[in-house]
């Protein structure tokens, strides 16, 4: 449940002027929903926090990451958490969510880095991670669980990715999405893609033998294996860019709504807690296991619509490179990892579902939202 309409704590930051500005006006090249396309300048001014609180605990979380004052967000939380009917679609939870973990990614410089382990940031999100993790394992279906072996675990977790789950958002973009369809899902997609690979990282040092290796092959490709260019949220950066978008982090957030954020709150809580060591590894097996074909048919999409290779490399760099790496991820990471570590077990198969659920919900609103000719994007009504 959002809180809108609820009174705004207004930032400090506001004051000293460096607040939460709109961005620049769009070009007339893109969907007239987006709110900044244009090759951005955020960058110019560290300072400037690129997004706008949704309500009082994101306003008071974003207030105290940017210049260190706490205005009582620990209380504002626990009020909103027992408040939330659906934490999993509220606008200022998941992004107060959404903020606290950026402050340990260092997405954003205005996030001071001496407050990454504040007590009292640090216990917001316990308490909001806490609330969000309960409410997911309630609402997301885990599978039978399999035998602890390599091989039953990764047969497991193709049976559990092979399931048809509905209308396909990637046969959506292939056949019939327009224009500006097509800018509204890089912009869905940049929340995750221009860090492509980072929540996962968060796992390597916890691992050890067979998984650590697995995990760090797959990532080594994600990270462009030693050339720059090549690194995957590199590749995407080229393919906003060429797609006339901005491609500064962040420069979309206020655009996108609350189930793309708790996508990315998602597999940023299983990585940055050791205790869901199991389930950032099955999210991970989950997300190479659904990349391969759909991004195909993404490429597929874009090409028709006119994009050219500068947009759609990303997308064909992943045809190949996840076919791969969802066997590396399903047998030689989650799998040896479930026979190192069968108590992992339950985990990892809870964390493949929860990928599969979080992103289909961010799937099913902008098909649900393009079929009444909407747009999947926040409008300036639910701002
Ligand atoms: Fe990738
Ligand atoms: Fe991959």
């Known amino acids: 449940m959002t809180r809108r309409g ?24 893109v969907s007239p929903a987006l709110s900044s396309p244009l090759p951005s300048t955020l960058d110019d001014d ?52 959404f903020a606290l973990y950026a402050s340990a990614y260092g997405a954003f410089p205005a996030f001071r880095a001496d407050l990454e382990w504040d007590p009292s940031l640090i216990t917001t999100r316990r308490m909001i991670e806490t609330t969000f993790e ?12 399999p035998a602890p072996t390599a091989d039953a675990v990764s047969r497991a977790l193709f049976a559990l990715t092979g399931r048809d789950a509905g209308p396909s958002l990637s046969r959506y973009l292939a056949r019939k999405a327009t224009l500006d369809h097509a800018h509204e899902f890089l912009v869905q997609r940049s929340v995750y ?24 092959e797959i990532q080594s490709d994600e990270y462009g294996g030693g ?14 860019r060429a797609a006339g978008l901005s491609d500064a982090y962040g420069a979309y957030l206020d655009d996108v709504p609350a189930v793309t954020l708790a996508s990315h709150n998602t597999m940023s809580m299983f990585g940055l807690n050791r205790r869901l060591l199991g389930a950032i590894v099955g999210h991970l097996a989950a997300f190479e296991m659904t990349s391969s074909i759909p991004n195909r048919l993404y490429a597929e999409g874009l090409r028709r ?22 066997q590396i991820a399903g047998r030689d ?30 799937g099913r609103h902008m098909l649900d939202a393009w079929s009444r000719g909407a747009s999947s994007l926040r409008t300036e009504d639910e701002r």
């Not at 309960?134 to 669980?145: A, F, K, M, N």
């Not at 108590?343 to 992103?359: Q, T």
């Open 6 to 29: 609820s009174p705004l704590v207004a930032p400090r930051v506001l004051v000293k002027g460096l607040g939460f500005p709109r961005v620049a006006p769009h070009s007339a090249s």
């Open 46 to 97: 560290d300072a400037v926090l690129p997004f706008t609180p949704r309500g009082p605990v994101s306003a008071a979380v974003l207030t105290h990451l940017v210049d260190g004052t706490d205005t009582g967000h620990t209380a504002l939380a626990e009020l909103a958490v027992m408040a939330s009917v659906d934490i999993e679609r509220d606008d200022d939870l998941q992004l107060a969510l």
């Open 134 to 145: 309960r409410s997911l394992r309630r609402t997301v279906e885990v599978p039978e669980l």
């Open 193 to 216: 893609t221009l860090r492509e690979a980072d929540p996962h990282s968060w796992a390597i040092p916890r691992l050890t033998g067979r998984p650590k290796a697995a995990l760090v």
């Open 227 to 240: 050339r720059p260019d090549r690194v995957h949220a590199a590749l995407f950066a080229r393919a906003v």
């Open 305 to 326: 619509l006119g994009f050219g290779d500068d947009v759609c490399e990303y997308f064909d760099e992943h045809v190949e490179a996840d076919a791969v790496h969802e």
């Open 333 to 362: 990471l989650a799998g040896t990892l479930a026979e190192d570590h069968p108590e992992m077990l339950p985990d990892i198969l809870f964390g493949a579902a929860a990928c599969l659920e979080v992103d289909d919900r961010v």
